[in-house]
């Protein structure tokens, strides 16, 4: 039995010492898996502790992680929060499909990512987060803006045993509707994901949140195919077809829907200016609430 602790404590030891101390503040790590490479832009605050909560940002279409976690920073300071920003850049995961959607297709036999799909990245930054700073958090906190939102809604869905605690999806320009009679990936029909993953998915405590002034129906990148228009005509709209797929989705099935929608109040599609108003459903600080639940759509 002594032998075996040893080993234990060794093996400990080793993996430890391969995860160099993040310094405090602001910085970058770099991460390689399955031979691509994510640089992650994180801030450590100086007050942080072994029980500080870990925060993943994920950035949007201009795959500018650095800019996010400037954005957030000085909430990570307020928190405090320790931050983490991966970067998928178009020269390891290009186009939108590679990153937002991980990887996955209509008709693909496996249900889970591939080992290099981005959807396969965060887990193990969060290890290697904990390693170098110590933290015993068991779980992470999880957001996304505009491609940001739709990596974080699809990463739920293909990763369910992830170790997210609470989730934001923020201003996603379209989504992947819990409806198997929309196809992969509008809508899950032709994807492998199994009935309890999709249960594990509405049980998730999501917020979908969306600025009420995020409603510009020509947007330079906001996708026009007859699948997302089918959504809604704007990025507000069709946040709300998401939420509402999701409550028809729960009752059929039974289930209590983990899901909450919120608006930023005069907020279009920025960053920026979402983070304030998604930290209350982030970390629960009930004084910085402003969000108001389940606003009617226009």
Known sequence: MRHLVLIAALLLASHSAHAAALPGGAGRFDFSRAGKHVPVWYYLPANA??????????????RDAERYRNDWMPHAK?????????????????ENENYSTGGMQRGQRAARPAVASSFSFIEPIFDEVKA???????????????????????????VPEARVGRAVAANAGWWTMPDRTVDFPYG??????????????????????????????????LRRTPEALAQGPNRFARGHSF???????AAALRLP??????????????????????????????????????????
């Open 243 to 249: 939420y509402e797929a999701g409550r028809k989705q």
């Open 132 to 158: 170098s700073t110590g933290n015993r958090s068991e779980r992470y906190h999880l957001f996304g803006h505009s491609a940001g939102a739709q990596f974080v809604h699809r990463y739920l869905y293909f």
């Open 188 to 221: 899950l029909g032709g994807s492998a994901l199994s009935d309890a993953a999709l249960k594990t998915m509405l049980g998730r405590p999501l917020t979908i949140l969306l600025g009420t002034a995020d409603t510009d129906p020509d947007d330079a990148n």
């Open 49 to 62: 502790t072994a029980d500080t909560p870990i925060l993943i940002v994920m950035h949007g279409v201009g």
């Open 78 to 94: 307020k928190g405090p929060f320790i931050l983490i920003a991966p970067e998928f850049s178009n020269a390891e995961f290009p």
């Open 257 to 298: 829907l983990g899901w909450k929608i919120a608006t930023a109040p005069g907020v279009g599609h920025t960053d920026r200016g979402m983070a304030e108003y998604a930290l209350p459903w982030l970390l629960g600080e009930s004084s910085a609430r402003r969000t108001v639940e389940n606003p009617a759509p226009r």
